[in-house]
Structures are given as C-alpha cells and as structure tokens.
C-alpha cells in the first residue's frame, strides 16, 4: 500500500481534502498529493481530517498534474462519466487487482468537483476506474469516491497478507481443529450423551451423523473444541456425581 498515491486535481472546496484524507487513513493509505488546490493548507481540511492530520501534513502539492505523476507507473483515473474517448474502463476491484499487479508507484487520480478530469489529464492515464453509480445521477462527491477505491484497496491487501489477516481477531489466527481432534470430539460427545441418557446406544438412529453435519458446518476451530470438550466433561462429572448419590 505504501507504493499508492492519491491524487486530486484543483480540488475547489477545502473540506474535500480533509474528508479524503479521513478516508485514506481509515483504510491504511498516507500518499496524498494535490495539484494546484484552491485552499491549502485551510482550517477546513483539517476539521474535516477528524485527526488525520498526519496525511495533511505530509501532503505533496503540484504546480501541474504531470509533475504530481512523474514518477508513477500505473495511472489510474477516476471518472464518474462515460467519456467520448474509448479507454479501457475498469470497476474499481479490478483496478486494484492492476495496482497490486504493478511494482512501481501507482497512481489513483480524482478530479475537479465541477467538472472531474479533462480529456487531455485521462490521455496521461492508463485505464479509466468508473465506480457502476447509476447512470442517470452517477457522480460521487470526490471524497466518497475516494473513500469506495481507498476501501477496495484495503480489502485486497488484507486477502493477500497474512500479517495482516491477524487483525481480523481471534477466528483468523486460529486453527480449524484437525481431523483427530474432531475424531475425538465426536467420541468425547457420544459418550457423554449416552451417559446422560439423551443416546440410546441400541438405537442410535442417525443421532451422531446429524451432529456431524452440524459441526462441519461451523467449522470449529480447536480452542473450541477445547471448550465443548471441557463442557461434556463437566456433563459427565455431574453425572457421575449423581449415580454416587443415589
Ligand atoms: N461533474 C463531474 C463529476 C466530478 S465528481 C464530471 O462529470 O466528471 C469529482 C470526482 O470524483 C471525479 O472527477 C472522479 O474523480 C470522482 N468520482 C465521482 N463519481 C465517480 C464515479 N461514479 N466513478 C469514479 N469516480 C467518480
């Protein structure tokens, strides 16, 4: 992720700039760039940042939109409209399915609120990302948009990085009990039914398969499995408990 800028292009409204960096750091990107701002830097942004502040403070600013690319080797343009010229159109998964493919820097570049990118700023890009709105009212204000691709983005490094993976909590880091270990699971559960009478070992009908297929369906990982066990055994002490009694 550390390889993708984000550029927006004579963003008119300061407002706009803080929410895309908001939306950038929530999902783990830092890069931004700005070419030729209005207002920048501006109280505005930085409110709207709602503590992104780092973002805003290492943002780069451009005096022309082909200095802010130079040294980008994939560029991708966002565009909310069909444009006259026919460039290859991407949604925004296999964008950035392009992004992680490149091992240079990459470059997702927003235009104007009034009037998005020229065509002479799409002919720099090599592909256009439309983000499928409805046709009929399709444009995104310039920080949603970014929010969609800055999402997208996140979802794709989390699939291919398994340190990453760890974050998604206790489930993720986890390993789903092996075969063994449901083996003995389902002999653990067995007895444990027979002994509280729930199982009638004469006839069993399809007791034990219909569990099966329960559990496979969950998929239990083994700190479960230790916790179901840890259950039956207390079932079973209980009892036994009660058969000392009587
Ligand atoms: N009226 C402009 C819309 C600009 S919206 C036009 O017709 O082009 C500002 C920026 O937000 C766009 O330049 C683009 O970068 C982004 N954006 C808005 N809607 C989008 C969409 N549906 N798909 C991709 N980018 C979008």
């Known amino acids: 992720m550390d390889n993708i800028k984000i550029i927006l292009v004579e963003t008119t409204h300061p407002g706009n700039i803080g929410a895309a960096a908001r939306a950038m750091k929530t999902m783990g990107l830092s890069h931004l760039r700005l070419v030729q701002p209005k207002l920048f830097p501006c109280a505005e942004a930085t409110a709207r940042a709602a503590g992104a502040d780092d973002i805003l403070a290492n943002t780069q600013i451009f005096e022309s939109y082909e200095e802010s690319l130079r040294d980008c080797h994939l560029i991708l343009g966002t565009s909310a409209r069909h444009r006259s010229i026919a460039w290859p159109i991407l949604t925004p998964k296999a964008s950035v399915e392009k992004a992680f493919a490149c091992p240079g820097k990459v470059a997702f570049v927003f235009g104007r609120e009034s009037s ?7 002919e720099l890009c090599h592909y256009l990302v439309q983000i499928p709105t409805k046709t009929t009212f399709s ?12 999402y997208e983005l996140r979802c794709a490094d989390l699939a291919k990085s398994p340190a990453t993976l760890h974050e998604r909590g206790e489930i993720a880091k986890s390993v789903p009990a092996s075969a063994e270990e449901m083996a003995q699971f389902y002999e653990h559960l067995e007895q444990t039914l027979i002994d509280i009478d729930f199982l009638d070992p004469k006839k069993p009908r399809r007791l034990m398969r219909r569990l099966h297929r329960l559990f496979n369906r969950v998929q239990l990982i083994d700190s479960e499995v ?7 055994t207390a079932a079973q002490t209980q009892c036994e408990k009660r058969m000392d009694y009587e």
């Open 116 to 122: 998005g990118l020229t065509n002479q700023e799409l």
């Open 139 to 150: 444009s995104l204000n310039v920080a949603s948009a970014v929010q969609i691709l800055a």
């Open 226 to 232: 230790s916790i179901l066990r840890g259950i039956l």
